[in-house]
């Protein structure tokens, strides 16, 4: 069991460059999120999906797009890069239960906007 | 506006006693809350979650207390040693309908031999 795995580990982008981050999880989680680390910040929530198909807002989803077309799979997009993108991003996936979604998280991609 | 804070300074102690780390929320009312471990240049682990209704949690040597009416949690570890050494978060459920969980920034621990 891999768990969550994120690609890649690190980048370096220009301003105004895209790219895409990859999540994976082998747990058959429904939920999977998308968060930003940044110091003294905490975690912030980029986006989420409740299962497959399907997506929506978190709390600073400004200039960031994601897709969830496989149950096991999260990728979370970035159009046109900006110095302020400048983070940790971290992926993580929960069970569907009733109450409590203890989350599960990747390694985190290191992602430096120049 | 809605807050979960936690001690931003770091917390030093001596190998062998206890940690104890608190986690403040305002306006919420959150059904369950979380501690997650974080580790240098690595992705929060899941430590404890406690209900609203359950006033301590035990695993080990973590204590997790919960105290709805002060809105506080307090994260105890007993017997300290240095691989306890990490950063510490504490997670409230704000909105059960978005199924997400909200973090506080997190308390450096400092375990010293």
């Known amino acids: 069991n891999a768990g969550v795995t994120q690609t890649p580990k690190f980048r370096v982008l220009k301003t105004g460059q895209s790219m895409t981050l990859l999540c994976a999880q082998d747990m058959n989680h429904e939920y999977m999120y998308w968060y930003r680390q940044d110091p003294g910040m905490g975690l912030r929530l980029i986006h989420y999906s409740v299962g497959e198909g399907t997506t929506a807002k978190g709390e600073v989803p400004d200039g960031y797009n994601v897709s969830r077309l496989k149950k096991q799979n999260f990728l979370l997009g970035l159009e046109s890069a900006a110095p302020s993108q400048t983070s940790v991003y971290f992926c993580a996936s929960s069970y569907f239960g009733v109450t409590a979604h203890t989350q599960y998280f990747g390694p985190g991609t290191r992602l430096t906007v120049l | ?113």
């Open chain 2, 1 to 113: 506006s809605q807050k979960i804070e936690q001690n931003s300074e770091a917390l030093n102690i001596q190998e062998g006693k206890t940690a104890t780390l608190t986690c403040n929320y305002t306006n919420y009312s959150p059904a369950y809350l979380q501690w997650y471990r974080q580790d240098p240049g690595r992705g929060p682990v899941f430590l404890l979650l406690i209900r609203e209704n359950e006033k301590e949690k035990r695993k080990e040597r973590l204590k997790v207390t919960f105290d709805t009416t002060l809105k506080q949690s307090l994260f105890h570890i007993t017997a300290s040693q240095p691989a306890d050494s990490a950063t510490y978060l504490c997670a409230l459920d704000v909105d059960t309908g978005r199924r997400a969980l909200t973090f506080g920034s997190g308390t450096r621990l400092q375990v010293q031999p």
